[in-house]
């Protein structure tokens, strides 16, 4: 929904996010230039380690909520 702050229309929109499991990450990881073999427990342990929390830690394949706008994903 627009609104008017100091002469100028700003928009508030929330990103567009997506939950995205550690296995389906990873494989993108090693298929990018530069990437190379890594374990889903290696993986989940790297992003806990960049911030990003988990869903859930109870399931294997931890889900994370990455924005679609994330520059890896294109």
Do not use: D, H
Not at 7 to 21: D, E
Not at 23 to 51: D, S, W
Not at 60 to 68: A, M
């Amino acid at each position: 929904m627009p609104y008017l702050k100091e002469g100028v229309f700003v928009t508030l929109c929330a990103p567009v996010v997506k939950n995205y499991t550690s296995y389906a990450l990873k494989n993108l990881f090693e298929q990018t230039p530069g990437g190379f073999f890594i374990t889903n427990k290696q993986f989940k342990e790297a992003m806990v380690r960049c911030n990003f929390l988990p869903v859930n830690k109870n399931k294997l394949n931890w889900e994370f909520r990455i924005s679609l706008k994330s520059p890896g994903l294109k």
